[in-house]
């Protein structure tokens, strides 16, 4: 079973649009961390946020925002007043409290191709 | 700070041939390397961990003997490709974790090398 689900495969919005990323995990473990990273297509990954389990209140960067809701396992990820410039791939993760030589390692999501138009 | 580099940033060979990819952290020790690999329009996939001074662990599918993982030193680690295959063509990340990064499971991300087998 997929760890990180990211349903949305491709969204396109309008410059100034108002966009929300939808992320759904699964994990069987109490400390985890959740990500978000941008892949624009040069290919080099953009970080974004990481949030831990024990921290549920939501972040605002500028024109990001992040929703974390434990009950519903989700780490949605919106953009506000979106501009071409936000057109890329986008990937939530997921790193669990993994025990012996993976510490770390990170579940990715399909990932959500974001398409901005002028 | 947190810089990773990868070297090369792109490559293309012949069939039958072995590739090389380094992954470096230019600024921090790493005890930690993942090594991920990315289809076109797919997500990034693990294909291993390498931890210094030790062998690498493999997802499972991935071939040990194809895929060879040297984590010589705290700063880097490398990734052979050998015999390569057109099938083996696909971009190729690593990212890097740091000593001291403890529980909070930061990692830092290289800008990926594209390998294209002919």
């Known amino acids: 079973a997929q760890k990180v689900t990211q349903a949305q495969t491709e969204i396109s919005v309008v410059e100034k649009e108002d966009v929300t990323l939808d992320c759904v995990y699964e994990?069987?473990?109490?400390?985890?961390?959740l990500f978000w990273y941008k892949q624009p297509p040069s290919g080099e990954l953009v970080f974004l946020i990481r949030r831990n389990s024990f921290d549920e209140q939501n972040e605002i960067s500028g024109r990001y925002s992040w929703n974390f809701q434990k009950s519903t396992s989700s780490f949605n990820f919106t953009i506000t007043a979106s501009q071409v410039v936000d057109s890329a791939v986008y990937f939530c993760?997921?790193?669990?409290?993994?025990?012996?030589?993976?510490?770390?390692?990170?579940?990715f999501g399909r990932g959500t191709q974001l398409t901005v138009w002028p | 700070g947190a810089v990773v580099s990868q070297h090369p940033s792109w490559v293309i060979c012949k069939s039958g041939t072995s590739v090389k990819i380094e992954c470096r952290s230019l600024d921090f020790q790493a005890t930690t390397m993942f090594w991920y690999r990315q289809f076109p329009k797919q997500s990034l996939m693990l294909m291993a961990t390498?931890?210094?001074?030790?062998?690498?662990?493999?997802e499972q599918g991935v071939e040990k003997d194809k895929f060879l993982i040297n984590h010589a030193s705290l700063t880097l680690s490398t990734l052979t490709v050998t015999s390569a295959h057109p099938e083996d063509s696909s971009f190729y990340i690593c990212?890097?974790?740091?000593?001291?990064?403890?529980?909070?499971?930061?990692?830092?991300f290289g800008p990926g090398t594209r390998l294209t087998v002919t």
């Open positions: 390498s931890n210094e001074g030790s062998k690498a662990t493999y």
């Open positions: 990212s890097a974790r740091p000593r001291l990064a403890g529980a909070s499971y930061e990692q830092y």
């Open positions: 993760a997921l790193s669990e409290a993994a025990r012996g030589s993976t510490l770390g390692r990170l579940y």
């Open positions: 994990t069987r473990d109490t400390t985890y961390y």
